[in-house]
């Protein structure tokens, strides 16, 4: 599976958009790029995943560049409860395979 | 709504005992999933399972077992535990194709081992 690259921490004000980016130059053609997050002591919650086309869901968008080297995660109106670990994964389908997380992008929601 | 449960969010255990940690999903899933998780390691994969009765190895498997005899349910089983087992300890399941492949994750048990 590709490797990605993440900004080690961010911060963003409740209510604002927090947009995480993903660097992952090496994915492809048959890699996902799949969004996980870790809320302390808890186990990792799935957030949304796609291939080359941007996708929404309840909890968050993703928006993947034309070349697929680099994807950005918005979670449009941050809360303090979004406050958690974030992980960009690239993985393929079609096998019961492992999970890679690398160090994820430390969110935090200040007031 | 996906769900996947373990058996206990904390659990202390002492050196040599035999500790079972148990995982049940309501999905109808395949696949399931042992991972341990450690500060600055990751995590790592100790065995996973893609249909009842079958099992295969991940990267960590020593010092443990697995059983899944039912589709639902899959168990990890330190035979006599040790301290360098004391983790937090997550379980996934996942569908067979596409979509259905998102692994999706346990609340976790974190595991002291005296």
């Known amino acids: 599976d590709a490797k990605t690259t993440q900004p080690t921490s961010m911060d963003c004000a409740e209510g604002r958009a927090a947009n995480l980016p993903c660097n992952h130059s090496?994915?492809?053609?048959?890699?996902?790029v799949y969004w996980y997050r870790q809320i302390h002591s808890q186990g990792p919650q799935y957030i949304i995943h796609?291939?080359?086309n941007n996708e929404t869901n309840e909890m968050a968008s993703l928006i993947i560049t034309e070349d697929r080297k680099s994807s950005t995660l918005i979670l449009p109106h941050a809360t303090l409860r979004d406050t958690a670990v974030y992980y960009c994964?690239?993985?393929?389908?079609?096998?019961?395979?492992?999970?890679?997380f690398g160090t994820g992008t430390r969110l935090q929601v200040t007031l | 709504d996906v769900k996947v449960t373990q058996s206990s969010r904390y659990l202390v255990k002492r050196t040599g005992e035999k500790v079972f940690l148990e995982c049940v999903q309501d999905?109808?899933?395949?696949?399931m999933f042992w991972y341990r998780q450690d500060p600055g390691l990751g995590l790592r994969l100790i065995y996973f399972s893609y249909d009842v009765k079958m099992k295969e190895k991940g990267d960590i498997p020593e010092g443990y077992s697995v059983s899944r005899e039912k589709k639902e349910r899959f168990s990890l089983i330190l035979e006599s535990a040790s301290t360098n087992q004391t983790s937090m300890y997550l379980c996934?399941?996942?569908?067979?194709?596409?979509?259905?492949?998102?692994?999706?994750f346990g609340p976790g048990t974190r595991l002291l081992v005296l």
């Open positions: 999905m109808d899933h395949e696949n």
């Open positions: 090496t994915i492809s053609g048959n890699e996902y």
């Open positions: 796609g291939l080359k």
């Open positions: 994964i690239v993985r393929t389908t079609g096998t019961a395979s492992k999970l890679t």
């Open positions: 996934a399941s996942s569908g067979l194709a596409g979509y259905q492949e998102t692994q999706y």
